[in-house]
């Protein structure tokens, strides 16, 4: 069993590392356009959570490149929103932040800080009235926290008793202000653990939060009741593009880098046996020709038609309007 998931979670982590350095290769040529977050660092959080919590609903903030990967969602139309293609996810007209795939349940990429947490309950509360266990994961940064609507989101979750997974991913920064000097209590937990269930878990490990999201799941297909995850993890890039990160000290910097959570992933796995080398080379070479088909259907895709600026519109006077 650890042997088949280490070897699914290196090619999801893989694939989510090497996508999204050459996403930022094509930003810096002029492909992508708009904001581009990148998750170089907390690929163990997302592919962890993701392939913990198997079927339900996912919604997600806007750094969702990884957690789109490991969903299922198709790498050569995920490039292609990126570069503002038809072919794109959201036909291009989302780009980085508005990724959407409903034939995988997944609702992510919000480009608005918190957003989403309350569609999560709403969406909680649907699969409740249907009958269905298999419940919602919504994930957010610690950032988040701050905002009303996470206070509002648990306060309903807990009343309502709906099945959603609120997991945290505390990367110590909300853009770039220290969570030190943006929430009154560090740790992120205590904020719902009078609501439901919670634990704290090291978001560098992909089999923690791996454990941790499916002691999770279990908890919500049992009871119906929203459970509390918050992970310790890490970028290594700025909060986007258009941020060095220079609020963080080499020091720091140095220190995370040496729990990076695919090396980690590696020293384990060739220690227990679980892969070898050559496996490990085969697996590269896989995620290689990936990311290079994605960025040649890309860069082969068509523009979207003026057409589409009228299109896919939710506006009770747009008929008004539009031609």
């Not at 694939?15 to 050459?22: N, T, V, W």
């Not at 941020?243 to 963080?248: A, E, I, L, N, V």
């Amino acid at each position: 069993m650890s042997q088949t998931l280490a070897e699914k979670f290196y090619y999801l982590m893989k694939l989510g590392r090497e996508f999204e350095i050459r996403c930022k290769e094509e930003y810096l040529k002029g492909n992508i356009s708009g904001f581009l977050h990148l998750a170089i660092g907390e690929e163990a959080v997302h592919v962890g959570a993701v392939v913990g919590f198997g079927k339900g609903d996912l919604f997600c903030p806007y750094r969702e490149h990884v957690l789109a990967l490991a969903r299922g969602v198709d790498p050569r139309l995920i490039m292609a929103e990126l570069f503002g293609k038809a072919t794109g996810v959201s036909k291009g007209k989302g780009g980085s932040m508005h990724l959407y795939e409903p034939k995988l349940d997944f609702y992510g990429g919000n480009a608005i800080v918190a957003a989403h947490l309350p569609h999560a309950v709403g969406a909680a509360y649907a699969r409740k009235l249907m009958g269905e266990k298999a419940g919602v994961l919504c994930i957010f940064g610690d950032g988040a926290t701050n905002n009303g609507t996470f206070f509002e989101s648990i306060n309903m979750a807990s009343l309502w008793e709906v099945p959603v997974l609120f997991l945290c991913e505390n990367n110590y920064y909300a853009i770039g202000t220290h969570v030190s000097r943006s929430s009154a209590l560090k740790d992120l937990y205590l904020k719902a653990r009078d609501y439901m269930p919670t634990e704290v878990v090291d978001g560098m490990d992909v089999f923690a939060v791996y454990e941790a999201v499916v002691r999770a799941k279990g908890y919500i297909e049992e009871y119906g009741k929203p459970y509390f995850i918050e992970a310790h993890t890490y970028r290594f890039e700025g909060h986007s593009m258009a941020d060095k990160g220079d609020y963080r000290s080499p020091r720091e910097l140095e220190m995370f880098r040496k729990k990076d959570p695919i090396d980690l992933l590696v020293k384990r796995s060739l220690r227990e046996g679980w892969l070898t080398e050559e496996q490990l080379r085969l697996i590269d070479q896989k995620v290689e020709a990936v990311v290079e088909e994605s960025v040649e259907f890309a860069l082969n895709s068509p523009e979207p038609s003026e057409e589409e600026l009228y299109t896919d519109l939710y506006c009770g006077v747009c008929s008004d309007v539009i031609p």
